[in-house]
T-cell receptor, first 117, second 116 residues
């Protein structure tokens, strides 16, 4: 079956512009996560959506970052007024939610490489 | 504050030998640990995991060891194969109790190169 897909695969933008990154999770997965990997860094948690619950936004680095998940499926990560330090690979992951049954494996998409000039 | 640390950015081993990748963590609340493997231009893929109630988990050529007192885990690959060459990320999370979250806290990764 289809895995997690992300678009675009690459995005080059100028400092100060807004960008939108898209994630299509695996069908039936109720949990969706955004992470980013900056050069030389590990994957950093950004935001987590779980069903109809309020998202966990604790990892968003600034108020220029926002994300939404429409209809419990597709998610869009928006970065406003991009800065050079926003350059990174942005990864989306999805999982089932088997609450109380331990860890739910997260399946990752290929990522979007964002370059801010 | 780096809660999960991989102090070796790279490791090179000969085909057929053992690869040992190490990871340290600081948060004693972590109760579930994972290793992910990542090839260039692809997302990370799950490799193996271990609960904090265990000290070893084995899956084929891959074994993860957990030493809770030292807050240390390691991944052993035996025998190593050229196809194992990739970046390996250690990750940790909390899955039980009031602090449970599905957020994965990752280390910075170790690039493994297996020489033929």
């Amino acid at each position: 079956g289809a895995g997690v897909s992300q678009s675009p695969s690459n995005k080059v933008t100028e400092k100060g512009k807004d960008v939108e990154l898209r994630c299509d999770p695996i069908s039936g997965h109720t949990a969706l996560y955004w992470y980013r990997q900056s050069l030389g860094q590990g994957l950093e948690f950004l935001i987590y959506f779980q069903g109809n619950s309020a998202p966990d936004k604790s990892g968003l680095p600034s108020d220029r970052f926002s994300a939404e998940r429409t209809g419990g499926s597709v998610s869009t990560l928006t970065i406003q007024r991009t800065q050079q330090e926003d350059s990174a690979v942005y990864l989306c992951a999805s999982s089932l939610d088997l609450a109380g049954l331990g860890y739910n494996e997260q399946f990752f998409g290929p990522g979007t490489r964002l370059t801010v000039l | 504050d780096q809660q999960v640390k991989q102090n070796s950015p790279s490791l090179s081993v000969q085909e057929g030998r053992i690869s040992i990748l190490n990871c340290d963590y600081t948060n004693s609340m972590f109760d579930y640990f994972l290793w992910y493997k990542k090839y260039p231009a692809e997302g990370p893929t799950f490799l193996i995991s271990i609960s904090s109630i265990k000290d070893k988990n084995e899956d084929g050529r891959f074994t993860v060891f957990l030493n809770k007192s030292a807050k240390h885990l390691s991944l052993h690959i035996v025998p190593s194969q050229p196809g194992d060459s990739a970046v390996y990320f250690c990750a940790a999370t909390i899955i039980r109790g009031g602090g449970a979250t599905n957020k994965l806290i990752f280390g910075t990764g170790t690039l493994l190169a297996v020489q033929p």
